[in-house]
């Protein structure tokens, strides 16, 4: 049996030759056809052919959201190859760390990333090839055309580094069923996109909720992307409106700061769908977009591991905020016993548990880490480390990582609860909750909170603290409030916990 990810291009370009697939916004001001893109394609295959790439080869991509980022990604795929998205944003040793561990051939660079990555490269021993290098890219094999590598559904398409929140990153292996099928089931049945829509791209192409939802999503069913290098919510709304674009998708940190630039003056696109994930949304942050904006949006839910969707907010199922909604077509997701490493154990409706995953949309497991595949994957479901509930009506709901749930004097707190509370409070604009070291209770809970500017960025620590704790339980409520100008975000847009656990280790003790 046959099936590549790449057909996702191939067959708009053969369906939509003269349609615009992309439009990448400033400083470059591009725009391609699906044909021309597709040919790009398959120029990057034939380049990646004469420069000694066999399909099943791993090949590292690194650049931001431009065309060429697109026309290696598909180029990788045609030639049979294994893509290996790399953070642009990343240093030396970290570069060097990725391509090492996933044992690249190759690395397709953007030029204005080559002084970068060479270090990191130089140390892994890997050939590096400038994505802006002509002479290659049209060289000997590309100009006599190339045909696309049959491949077969189970056969690794990409290789997704996991964040590494709890040590070196793992390589997740997604296969071309994995990614076929979600960018199918995401376009079709979970967000209805269609030819018309025009998608904007701001999501990072490297990370996988932009590439299967935005990416391979809308080229799927033949729409537009717009591209926007990197983000900027001003910048946004200006090309949202330029454009036209019809469907947003983001991580919170994006709805928040789209948000801001509309109070600033900005522009309000009309935005037919919208769809979150990557974190949650808090509700106050959800209900205000839409009353600004006048859509609905989605909150959804995933990982790397499961390429990315396994829930989402589905019209036909109902939109519930402060919820993930319910399981995608064909995967199945459940609340499992956290305490039973060996077995899965599914809790009742109502219950706090793990959340499990099964379905087409589960990883084929971590590159060459048996181990580790092994403790993530029980019973043939994919453990996810996340504390969820699911209702009677079906409705998922998560509770927090296993990771960042918060014990305090035997105690279980959920970060996630008490940011919902604070984030109301008119004075903040941005929280994150965590827990940190106490020699009494164990942990004790941390606020760490940005602002609201509207309200002159003054925030008093007694009488925020006062506040909440007439909305939430006594053994929930923060005790040690911190204030700053922004929470650190990883390359995904994620707020990273961890370093404000270390950050503010010491203040547990003062």
């Not at 916004?25 to 004469?50: I, M």
Request: glycine fraction near 10%; include cysteine; proline fraction near 6%.
């Amino acid at each position: 049996m046959h099936l590549s990810l790449a057909s996702v291009l191939q067959e708009s370009a053969l369906r939509r030759p003269d349609k615009v697939a992309v439009i990448e916004g400033p400083p470059a001001r591009r725009q391609v056809t699906y044909a021309e893109l597709w040919d790009a394609a398959l120029r990057r295959a034939g380049a990646l052919e004469a420069a000694g790439v066999e399909p099943g080869d791993r090949v590292a991509l690194l650049a931001l959201n431009t065309i060429d980022f697109i026309t290696a990604y598909y180029g990788i795929l045609a030639r049979g190859a294994v893509v290996v998205p790399v953070a642009p944003m990343l240093v030396a040793d970290e570069i060097a760390f990725l391509l090492q561990d996933s044992g690249a051939k190759l690395a397709l660079v953007a030029d204005d990333l080559d002084e970068v990555v060479a270090g990191g490269a130089a140390a892994a021993g890997v050939p590096v090839l400038a994505l802006g290098d002509d002479a290659a890219l049209a060289g000997e094999a590309g100009a006599h055309g190339f045909v696309r590598e049959a491949r077969e559904p189970l056969d690794p398409a990409v290789l997704f580094y996991t964040s590494g929140t709890t040590g070196r990153p793992k390589g997740a292996v997604l296969t071309h069923l994995n990614l076929v099928m979600n960018a199918f089931v995401n376009a079709f049945t979970a967000n209805h996109i269609v030819a018309d829509d025009v998608m904007f791209g701001c999501l990072p192409l490297f990370h996988t909720f932009g590439q299967t939802v935005a990416l391979n999503g809308t080229f799927l069913v033949g729409g537009t992307l717009i591209l926007q290098p990197r983000f900027d919510p001003a910048q946004a709304l200006e090309l949202m409106v330029e454009h036209e674009v019809t469907a947003f998708l983001g991580v919170p940190t994006m709805y928040m700061a789209l948000l801001a630039a509309v109070k600033a003056g900005g522009p309000i696109p009309r935005l037919r769908l919208c769809v979150s994930g990557g974190a949650p949304l808090p509700v106050k942050v959800l209900e205000e977009f839409d009353d600004t904006f006048g859509t609905h949006v989605q909150e959804g839910y995933g990982l790397s591991e499961t390429s990315p969707t396994a829930t989402v907010n589905q019209l036909e199922l109902g939109i519930e905020p402060g919820s993930i909604g319910h399981p995608i077509w064909g995967v199945e997701v459940e609340v499992a016993d956290p305490d039973i490493d060996d077995a899965i154990v599914l809790k009742p409706a109502g219950e706090v548990g793990e959340i499990v995953i099964r379905g087409h949309n589960v990883f084929a497991g971590y590159h060459e880490r048996p181990e580790a595949t092994a403790a993530a994957i029980v019973d043939g479901w994919f453990r996810s480390g996340d504390l969820g509930t699911r209702d009677e009506r079906g409705f998922l709901r998560i509770v927090d990582r296993k990771k960042d749930l918060i014990l305090r004097g035997g105690y279980n707190v959920y970060p996630r609860e008490v940011e919902e509370v604070l984030v109301r409070h008119p004075a903040v604009d941005q929280v994150a909750v965590v827990g940190i070291p106490h020699a009494t209770h164990g942990e004790e809970v941390l606020a760490v909170v940005v602002p609201d500017p509207e309200h002159g960025g003054d925030l008093d620590a007694e009488e925020l603290l006062a506040w909440v704790g007439e909305r939430v339980a006594r053994h929930k409520r923060p005790r040690l409030v911190e204030v700053v100008d922004e929470l650190p975000l990883g390359p995904s847009r994620k707020v990273l916990k961890r370093e404000l656990r270390e950050r503010f280790a010491a203040l547990g003790d003062a």
